[in-house]
């Protein structure tokens, strides 16, 4: 089993930055990718970065060019630097870690971001 805990969220004007941190525990050896979902008021989980161990990043379309995803692997740790935020950004932003070899996905509870326009 894997536990994720998120922090980092919060209420920021449109055009700031926040950092999400995402803290693992239990069985971190098997995560393979971890990344960072988004879900608005209304809407569908949507992907917005992920990373494998291997440090191979992937990003929506809507993040590209304004969030960085970044993991340490010692500290068993995964990041999002948002930059230039909107408030199309406001969401419960969820922290995801995946064990392909055990076919598991784990969740964190997720943390709230605000972005006031």
């Known amino acids: 089993q894997v536990q994720l805990v998120e922090s980092g969220g919060g209420l920021v004007q449109a055009g700031g930055s926040l950092r999400l941190s995402c803290a693992a525990s239990?069985?971190?050896?098997?995560?393979?990718?971890m990344g960072w979902y988004r879900q608005a008021p209304g809407k569908q989980r949507e992907l917005v970065a992920k990373?494998?161990?291997?440090?191979?990043?992937n990003y929506a379309e809507s993040a590209k060019g304004r969030f960085t995803i970044s993991r340490d692997n010692a500290k068993n740790t995964l990041y999002l630097q948002m930059n230039s935020l909107k408030s199309e950004d406001t969401a419960v932003y969820y922290c995801?870690?995946?064990?392909?070899?055990?076919?598991?996905?784990?969740w964190g509870q997720g943390t709230q971001v605000t972005v006031s326009s």
């Open positions: 995801n870690a995946e064990a392909l070899f055990l076919s598991a996905s784990y």
């Open positions: 239990g069985s971190t050896f098997s995560i393979n990718v």
């Open positions: 990373i494998t161990s291997g440090g191979a990043t």
